[in-house]
């Protein structure tokens, strides 16, 4: 729809009438051919020019804030509120990583819930960027035989103990190697984001991601109004279309704002801790100096920037 | 030279809108399941790919199993042009283009297959070398594009070139189809083993995880595609003048015992270490065979693919039976099924069962699922089919005493 405002808007000045011309019957076209295939895959307007565009990390700063622009004028449309798309850029001298007490988890699950709402993931089908893992006490960690479908009365469970997963943030991403249309990728703070607007949703990313931390959006994911978070980022929270892959960004538009994630906030045991590596005085420095720290799946390379520990 | 190209073309499609009452009541039946299998796809196009069972936990499954299960198909034409152009092997030489019409059908198949498993088929030409980004070196999806495309466009100008030439009543130039059909060799290997790659490369998934499964890739590849030409050959040998002799269907027959058997030894080894070691990476193989906690719906179909492929090598390596047309066409059938089943399903599915984390979600494809594959099975035999229609007659016009000046041993067909 942009195009062809513009070209009608220089259609007037007299200057280049046939350039003009020229760009106001390829808008028009453009218009046309959006128009109808918008009509044949029930799409919103601006189809054509969406399905054109190139990456998002290859525009210009015009480009990139006619987009965001673009983006929030159709999600306040959509969703009848006041929405914000930023794209705050990483922090120069921040490399973020992430710190869970697994002796302090008490599998409540609070930050499950709290990371949907913060992030907008899909209510129904319901997508959990979280997952706590109940494991025996006598067994230790042992994936095979957790579960995370339990519901008992009161957690903690006597004989249980939790280990959330989520996307560990890899130094090393499998899934960003195996994307083959580079829709993914490592930010300089170290966040592993995902292009909604590049992905083509074949799904590589999710079988090579050994910690499950990848979802895809199997059909048009549903937010209530009411419920959406209108505060978002480009690379993170803001609404996602159906067919794409989305994920963890440790709560990117907070982060880069200086707050903490929203699951670092909501628990209530304080079981989760989150900082600057390149910070002498992080509570994640701290963390590493004092206390004796593992990662998931170590012998796979991947390098998680997200660390578990036993405090006690 | 140019303006005989609508000539040909219009040879073409008159041959292909001729046909006895079979012909066309084998086309509306294709037309019907691509009908049936393109209604379904317009379904998922608008609701998503929820309407098929695939979840995050199994986030690959039928789709992406058929598409490999096809990329072993399109080998076919390897099995036919080593003997015929390495070994110089005439009796298969003159039968080797319905490899290549086979290797065209199977890799439009595959491509439609990666089509309907994207979440965002709009996007597709993100995938297009120069146009879009593909993400070389590191992404072997990216690499398996390429390949291919590759591959399918060697086919292409190979048959194209024959059969022109054919039409015509040339001979085929030798110095230009020649270099091609041996490129087209290790291209076949290429597809396969960058497939497998797909797979072979994925750390996170410790049963796809191997180093010997590219070989198997190629082994199981180098029996199920000649299955299906050893009895397209009996077809074409019944219904047309086409010469093709027992020694030639033999010959592909006992090649095909000797990939069938380097495929279950390749298999065997592959289960003596996972149940030697017994380590938890074990678990897949158990999903698969014997069930874990209950979940067991792949068992029959593991065991099943064992059985047919195990009696399918004995009758192929057993001269007696291997000569015989009917345990002949037995074993082709059981070598299809049972390597349908060992990509198809057998593959993907307990791969990601469990998943990384642990969770058993047991995957079974649902009805549009199934429809979409049929339809696109329906248009690989169409194309198939279409291909043949146009090849035969040319093949056989080709073959009698010509009525102009060129002599006959020179338009004889590869």
């Known amino acids: 729809m942009s195009d062809a405002d513009r070209g009608r808007a220089t259609h007037g000045d007299g200057l280049e009438r046939s350039v003009d011309r020229r760009a106001l019957l390829i808008s028009t076209g453009l218009t046309a051919m959006a128009a109808v295939s918008a009509s044949v895959a029930g799409a919103s307007t601006g189809f054509i020019e969406r399905l054109l565009r190139t990456r998002f990390t290859e525009l210009s700063p015009e480009r990139k804030a006619e987009i965001l622009a673009d983006l929030e004028r159709e999600y306040g449309e959509r969703y009848a509120r006041k929405v914000m798309v930023a794209d705050t850029p990483p922090m120069d001298g921040v490399e973020f990583a992430y710190g869970l007490d697994i002796a302090r988890c008490v599998g409540c699950r609070r930050c499950v819930y709290a990371c949907v709402h913060e992030n907008n993931q899909s209510r129904d089908p319901q997508i959990h960027w979280i997952r706590v893992l109940r494991m025996e006490k006598e067994r230790g960690i042992e994936l095979a035989e957790s579960t995370a479908y339990y519901e008992p009365e009161l957690v903690p469970e006597p004989d249980a103990f939790y280990l959330p997963v989520a996307c560990q943030q890899c130094r090393n991403p499998a899934c960003v190697k195996v994307c083959p249309v580079k829709a993914t990728w490592k930010e300089p703070d170290g966040i592993v984001v995902i292009d909604p607007d590049w992905c083509i949703g074949c799904r590589c990313c999710m079988s090579a991601c050994p910690y499950g931390a990848r979802h895809f959006n199997w059909s048009e994911p549903t937010i209530s109004s009411e419920e959406l978070n209108p505060n978002t980022h480009y690379l993170g929270n803001r609404p996602r279309p159906k067919g794409v892959v989305e994920k963890c960004t440790f709560c990117i538009h907070r982060v880069r704002e200086g707050r903490y994630p929203a699951c670092v906030e909501i628990c209530p045991v304080g079981a989760r801790k989150f900082g600057n590596l390149l910070d002498e005085n992080s509570e994640m420095r701290y963390l590493l100096r004092e206390k004796r720290v593992f990662v998931l799946k170590e012998e796979l390379n991947t390098q998680p920037r997200f660390y578990y520990f036993y405090a006690t | ?414």
């Open chain 2, 1 to 414: 030279m140019i303006k005989d190209i609508p000539s040909f073309v219009a040879g073409s499609a008159r041959l292909v809108l001729r046909g006895n009452r079979w012909y066309f009541a084998w086309m509306a039946f294709l037309g019907v399941l691509i009908v049936w299998g393109v209604t379904a796809w317009l379904q998922q196009l608008d609701q998503g790919l929820i309407v098929s069972n695939m979840r995050d936990q199994v986030s690959w499954a039928y789709y992406i199993g058929n598409f490999t299960f096809l990329v072993g198909v399109a080998a076919a034409a390897v099995m036919l042009v080593i003997p015929a152009y390495i070994y110089n092997w005439k009796p298969i030489k003159e039968i080797a283009i319905f490899g290549e019409l086979l290797a065209i059908s199977a890799i439009v198949m595959c491509m439609l297959f990666v089509l309907v498993d994207m979440g965002r088929p709009d996007r597709v030409w993100h995938l297009l070398p120069l146009v879009g980004s593909l993400n070389l070196p590191s992404s072997l999806l990216g690499w398996d594009v390429l390949v291919l495309n590759l591959y399918f466009v060697l086919n292409l100008v190979i048959v194209a070139h024959l059969l022109y030439t054919a039409y015509h009543r040339r001979p085929y130039s030798p110095r230009f189809v020649v270099p091609l059909l041996l490129f087209s060799i290790p291209a076949a290997v290429g597809i396969h083993t960058v497939t497998a790659f797909v797979y072979a490369g994925v750390a996170a998934r410790p049963f796809w995880n191997s180093a010997i499964l590219a070989p198997r890739f190629l082994a199981s590849a180098f029996c199920s595609g000649p299955a299906v030409l050893l009895i397209l050959f009996q077809i074409l040998r019944r219904t047309t003048s086409i010469e093709i002799k027992n020694e030639a269907i033999w010959k592909i027959a006992e090649l095909m015992a000797y990939a069938m058997f380097l495929n279950l030894f390749l298999f065997g080894a592959e289960i003596f270490r996972e149940y030697y070691s017994a380590t938890h990476h074990l678990i897949h193989t158990q999903y698969l065979f014997s069930g874990v906690h209950g979940h067991n719906a792949l068992v029959p179909f593991a065991w099943a693919s064992l059985i047919a492929s195990v009696i399918a090598f004995l009758l192929f390596l057993i001269p007696a039976t291997r000569r015989n047309l009917v345990t002949l066409n037995l074993g082709c059938l059981l070598i299809y099924s049972g390597v349908f089943i060992e990509k198809g399903i057998a593959l993907v599915i307990p791969g990601m069962t469990p998943d990384t984390l642990g969770e058993f979600y047991e995957y079974v494809p649902t009805l549009t699922e199934v429809r979409i594959g049929a339809g696109i099975f329906a248009i690989g035999f169409l194309i198939f089919t279409v291909l043949c229609k146009i090849a035969i007659p040319i093949l056989q016009e080709s073959d009698e005493p010509a009525s102009d000046d060129v002599p006959q041993t020179e338009v004889a067909l590869p």
